[in-house]
């Protein structure tokens, strides 16, 4: 079924690519009705459609993240939250396709310009794979000979590079990380045909985000193809930073927990029981902690903007500030599961079965609450902030490898 009317304009020619948030925020909206309608489709397919990933990419979702100077619009991660959130609202898989997939012109701030005009033929190209170290990058002349088996490559069967991370080795030994403490690591990007995808992904939810283990076996990556967060190679700014990948992430359960309330309100609403103390209780009660912990996330978001775009650096951000941006991540993901929970009670019976929506938004929830961002070690992470203590948690903070 091919998503008609997003790909193409009127006159049957590609549409042009969008040239700010207003207008990629506009066509995501536009997008999130025919999610909805596709949702079970995605779901039963454990991966998401070609014709859907056609469609994200009309948006511009994809290049969101590419600055100006390299043609892309550079959305602030304010407004590339608030467009995940758009498509989350129509489908959590999509959206969490689209909020990984996006991360290809995050990543090129950390690789050289000629090297990114080179790779990314076109701003709309997808990234997948995962960071955290699960290979071994063997140093060779000239770059890297890198294999592994990485989980969790979400959108890697539409991907069109795929990042991975790797301990390094130099001759057999594997190489010192910063300062001397612990192995070394980096991360390399492959072209995804030279990525083999192991079909793992049967879960609780979020199955149509087709998050696959995938393996690289012996597979020679140049060194311009690797990357360091500590190691910014394009223009500095709020975008050249080290955790800036994961900003936008609050943005699929903000979207599937709106979509939700609207739903049951409206189900309320249809079903004669407007004056229901407990349907007025358990809406309202939904509705203060979305409210609030939307507002968290947005209002550090704004306060992280605002010191980096005026030439400041994370370490600007108070200790509160800092702990904020952490903190109001992890309680967007446990309260939208939350949220689903107490719906999916008020609904009783006819939340159990398969059509209603509910069913499939609470087992996304679940599903998504299992990622690091949403464990209780990030609660170590903001309590190091507070107290100027050493954070355990690495990559919520940004603590990078070495340079090249």
């Known amino acids: 079924m091919r998503v008609a009317g997003l790909r193409e304009g009127g006159d049957g020619e590609t549409a042009a690519p969008p040239a700010d948030a207003a207008e990629v925020l506009r066509r995501v909206r536009a997008l999130a009705p025919v999610l909805r309608d596709r949702a079970e489709e995605i779901e039963r397919g454990r991966r998401l459609p070609a014709d859907v990933v056609a469609a994200l990419r009309a948006t511009g979702v994809f290049r969101m993240g590419f600055t100006r100077e390299l043609g892309g619009p550079e959305l602030s991660s304010i407004e590339q939250t608030e467009v995940i959130e758009a498509l989350s609202y129509g489908d959590p898989s999509a959206g969490w396709c689209a909020m990984i997939g996006s991360d290809s012109g995050l990543y090129a701030a950390f690789l050289d310009r000629g090297v990114v005009e080179r790779m990314f033929t076109s701003l709309d190209l997808v990234t997948a794979g995962m960071l955290f170290p699960g290979g071994r990058a063997d140093r060779?002349?000239?770059?890297?000979?890198?294999?592994?088996?990485?989980?969790?490559?979400?959108?890697?069967?539409?991907?069109?590079?795929?990042?991975?991370?790797?301990?390094?080795?130099?001759?057999?030994?594997?190489?010192?990380?910063?300062?001397?403490?612990?192995?070394?690591?980096?991360?390399?990007?492959?072209?995804?045909?030279?990525?083999?995808?192991?079909?793992?992904?049967?879960?609780?939810?979020?199955?149509?985000?087709?998050?696959?283990?995938?393996?690289?076996?012996?597979?020679?990556?140049?060194?311009?193809?690797?990357?360091?967060?500590?190691?910014?190679?394009?223009?500095?700014?709020?975008?050249?930073?080290?955790?800036?990948?994961?900003?936008?992430?609050?943005?699929?359960?903000?979207?599937?927990?709106?979509?939700?309330?609207?739903?049951?309100?409206?189900a309320v609403v249809a079903s004669g029981r407007s004056e229901d103390y407990r349907s007025q209780i358990?809406?309202?009660?939904?509705?203060?902690?979305?409210?609030?912990?939307?507002?968290?996330?947005?209002?550090?978001?704004?306060?992280?903007?605002?010191?980096?775009?005026?030439?400041?650096?994370?370490?600007?951000?108070?200790?509160?500030?800092?702990?904020?941006?952490?903190?109001?991540?992890?309680?967007?993901?446990?309260?939208?599961?939350?949220?689903?929970?107490?719906?999916?009670?008020?609904s009783q019976t006819s939340a159990i079965y398969r059509p209603s929506p509910l069913d499939r938004w609470l087992r996304d929830t679940t599903t998504m609450c299992q990622h690091v961002v949403a464990q209780d070690r990030i609660l170590q992470t903001a309590g190091a902030h507070l107290l100027g203590g050493r954070p355990a948690f690495p990559l919520a903070l940004g603590i990078t490898g070495p340079q090249r």
């Open 140 to 266: 060779v002349e000239g770059g890297f000979r890198l294999t592994g088996r990485w989980q969790f490559g979400s959108g890697i069967t539409h991907a069109d590079w795929v990042i991975s991370g790797a301990f390094r080795y130099r001759d057999g030994i594997a190489e010192p990380g910063p300062g001397g403490i612990g192995p070394g690591s980096v991360l390399l990007m492959v072209p995804r045909e030279q990525v083999e995808v192991l079909d793992t992904w049967h879960t609780t939810g979020l199955a149509g985000s087709g998050s696959c283990d995938y393996t690289i076996t012996d597979v020679f990556v140049p060194v311009e193809h690797t990357l360091y967060f500590s190691d910014v190679r394009g223009r500095p700014g709020p975008l050249a930073q080290p955790e800036v990948h994961m900003r936008n992430m609050p943005g699929v359960p903000l979207g599937v927990a709106r979509a939700a309330l609207d739903h049951a309100r409206e």
């Open 282 to 346: 358990v809406l309202a009660d939904c509705e203060a902690d979305f409210a609030a912990t939307r507002h968290a996330v947005y209002g550090a978001l704004r306060r992280q903007h605002d010191v980096l775009a005026g030439g400041g650096t994370l370490d600007d951000l108070t200790a509160l500030e800092r702990a904020a941006l952490p903190l109001s991540r992890r309680h967007a993901f446990r309260t939208a599961r939350s949220i689903l929970t107490r719906l999916y009670d008020l």
